[in-house]
């Protein structure tokens, strides 16, 4: 079936920034949206943003994102973006792409990228 390859994650300082890429491959899985969710140690996983992926491009951006986060896409490669910041230094966490091909929430998920925050 369908795969969703994260790429990206890193060592970032407060204040820095990083792009996480999400590669769709494989299968015939055709999402309506795509997105991603955010998992701290210990915690569980938290929606961050969406993106239309067929449709349009409208974005959606839980509200403790705004202003931390920018997604993207390019459907000509298959992939989906997401910009952004570290401002705090207890903000390691772990990055999950998701394809939502129903708008019923995430259906396909890859395996996720780390970002490690250090000062």
Same mark, same amino acid.
């Given at each position: ?13 407060? +204040? $820095? =920034? ?8 494989? !299968?015939? #899985? ?24 067929? +449709? $349009? =491009? ?8 705004? !202003?931390? #986060? ?50």
């Amino acid at each position: 079936q369908v795969q969703l390859v994260e790429a990206g994650g890193g060592l970032v300082q407060p +204040g $820095g =920034s990083l792009r996480l890429s999400c590669v769709i491959s494989g !299968g015939t #899985f055709s999402a309506h949206d795509m997105g991603w969710y955010r998992q701290a140690p210990g915690s569980g996983r938290a929606f961050v943003a969406a993106i239309n992926w067929s +449709g $349009g =491009s409208t974005t959606y951006y839980a509200d403790s994102a705004k !202003g931390r #986060f920018t997604i993207a896409k390019d459907n000509a490669k298959n992939t989906v973006y997401l910009h952004m910041k570290s401002r705090r230094p207890k903000a390691t966490a772990s990055y999950y792409c998701y394809a939502d091909s129903t708008l019923g929430g995430p259906e396909e998920w890859g395996q996720g990228t780390q970002v490690t925050v250090y000062s």
